[in-house]
């Protein structure tokens, strides 16, 4: 088992580098935003339609933290794809 400095600075690394893609994954999405508008409308309404239909599920009880994380997912990925409202022109 490693020392607890060793497992302390992986898991800040691991983090720095889920912030990096974060960060690079909301600037693509701007950035396709701005090429095709229309595109992203409809991924956003799919986003949108997925995470409804998975919240209108009948949740078993065996796989209920299984869905939990996939609604995780779902939102996220609603949150991601909607537009940011900045000074930016659309």
């Known amino acids: 088992m490693p020392p607890p400095e060793e497992i302390r600075t992986g898991r800040r690394d691991l ?13 693509l999405v701007d950035l396709l935003w701005r090429i095709d508008p229309k595109a992203m409308e409809t991924l956003e309404r799919e986003a949108g339609h997925d ?3 998975q919240n209108s599920r009948i949740p078993l009880p065996a ?3 299984q869905r939990e994380r996939l609604y995780a997912v779902l939102k ?15």
């Not at 580098?17 to 909301?26: C, G, H, K, W």
């Not at 996220?76 to 659309?90: E, I």
């Open 51 to 53: 995470l409804e239909i």
């Open 76 to 90: 996220d990925r609603q949150r991601l794809l909607k537009r940011r409202r900045t000074g930016a022109p659309a």
């Open 63 to 65: 796989g209920e933290h």
């Open 15 to 27: 983090i720095s580098r889920v912030a990096t893609l974060e960060l690079l994954v909301a600037d």
